[in-house]
């Protein structure tokens, strides 16, 4: 005997459960592509925004906002070399023995009085530069020039930095100086008068001076006229003390 037919309000039924499967399957995997679609465009949208965050801005405008966060380390040696000294500053130091790093000027004295007679008028020192008989080399030099004749004197004063061992100079008469006949006493005393040292010069003929300052806070550059000829307003000679320094 033949099985007996199902009714056919079942198979009905059955059919529509199977569309209806068949349907929330479809529509799962459409979500499921759907999604990963949107995932590899975003992947690829945050790799372009973060590697050429210009270009998506020309593309999309300003709506869209780039921020970026980085760390970076960056260690570097760098060795810089000291540039060669100049040839007047090698010129100055081998004429003088001083180094023009420690050099003195005029606007580093601390208390001065020009080159005059006693209560007379007086020329203040100068910063300047000269040159010394026999050579046509300039040097940097404190200056005062002398245009009276008879006793005249003068000084400049310099606090002496306290690592200060020595003071050298070299003490003569500018070669420019009209008057060639001047014989000028050159001493490096303390506020006490006490001497440290002392050289006579000429117009032919510069001083080196060396004077030990250990121990002593201030300094006195005087300089005395002990012959002079024909001295005048127009017959000058300037006395210079030539590249001062503490050492």
């Known amino acids: 005997m033949s099985a007996p037919a199902k009714p056919r309000k079942a198979q009905d039924d059955q059919g529509d459960k199977e569309r209806t499967n068949a349907r929330k399957i479809a529509w799962?995997?459409?979500i499921l592509t759907f999604a990963g679609?949107?995932?590899?465009a975003g992947s690829a949208v945050a790799v372009a925004v973060i590697t050429s965050p210009d270009t998506v801005r020309d593309v999309v405008g300003d709506r869209i906002a780039v921020t970026h966060t980085a760390t970076a380390t960056v260690t570097a040696t760098v060795t810089v070399s000291p540039p060669p000294?100049?040839?007047q500053v090698n010129a100055t130091d081998v004429a003088t023995g001083a180094n023009a790093a420690t050099s003195l000027a005029r606007p580093d004295a601390v208390d001065v009085e020009g080159c005059g007679p006693p209560g007379g008028f007086t020329?203040?020192?100068l910063d300047r530069s000269v040159a010394l008989a026999g050579s046509d080399e300039q040097f940097n030099a404190i200056t005062c020039r002398v245009e009276k004749s008879g006793a005249v004197t003068g000084y400049i004063d310099y606090v002496v930095p306290q690592n200060a061992t020595t003071f050298t100079a070299k003490a003569g008469i500018d070669r420019?100086?009209?008057?060639t006949s001047?014989?000028?006493?050159f001493s490096v005393v303390d506020l006490s008068d006490n001497l440290l040292a002392q050289q006579v010069a000429t117009y032919t003929n510069a001083a080196s001076i060396t004077a030990r300052v250990s121990g002593v806070?201030?300094?006195r550059l005087k300089m005395t006229v002990v012959k002079s000829s024909g001295v005048s307003g127009s017959n000058f000679?300037?006395?210079a003390w030539i590249n001062p320094a503490f050492g």
Do not use: E, K
């Open 123 to 125: 020329n203040d020192w």
């Open 37 to 40: 679609t949107l995932i590899t």
């Open 176 to 179: 420019a100086s009209p008057n």
């Open 28 to 30: 799962i995997s459409g």
């Open 237 to 239: 000679f300037r006395s």
């Open 182 to 185: 001047a014989r000028v006493r």
């Open 217 to 219: 806070p201030r300094i």
């Open 85 to 87: 000294p100049s040839s």
